[in-house]
């Protein structure tokens, strides 16, 4: 992980709309995360998907009423060049809370 990698996090009511978490950095930066946690404290189960910008990049990760799960890359997910970090759930939920540790990098630096 890089000494500049911070926190973000939304929560999560919906399942009609991407929810961004990290914005877009500008033409020349990449966005690379190294984890993410999802506490679902409602009673629906629901599944997370992450979006690099409008571009669906996981399957969904099951986050079942009331648990959690985190997950930590042993590489991050990089991003597209100037794209969001994005997530959605498969369903309406009381709420559900997504954190994500990213940094972010430069072009050219990777």
Known sequence: MSS??????AVITSSTAITEIVPAQGGNSFIN???ITMSNTSLTDTFVEIY???TLVT?????????GHSINLAKP?????NSA???KSSASV????VAVFYDV??????
């Open 59 to 67: 399957p969904g990760i099951a986050v079942p009423s009331g648990l």
């Open 94 to 97: 009381a709420s559900l809370n």
């Open 77 to 81: 997910l990089r991003f597209a060049q």
């Open 4 to 9: 500049f990698t911070k926190p973000a996090k």
């Open 105 to 110: 990098e430069p072009n050219g630096n990777g």
């Open 85 to 87: 970090l994005s997530v």
């Open 52 to 54: 690099d910008g409008a």
């Open 33 to 35: 995360m190294y984890s």
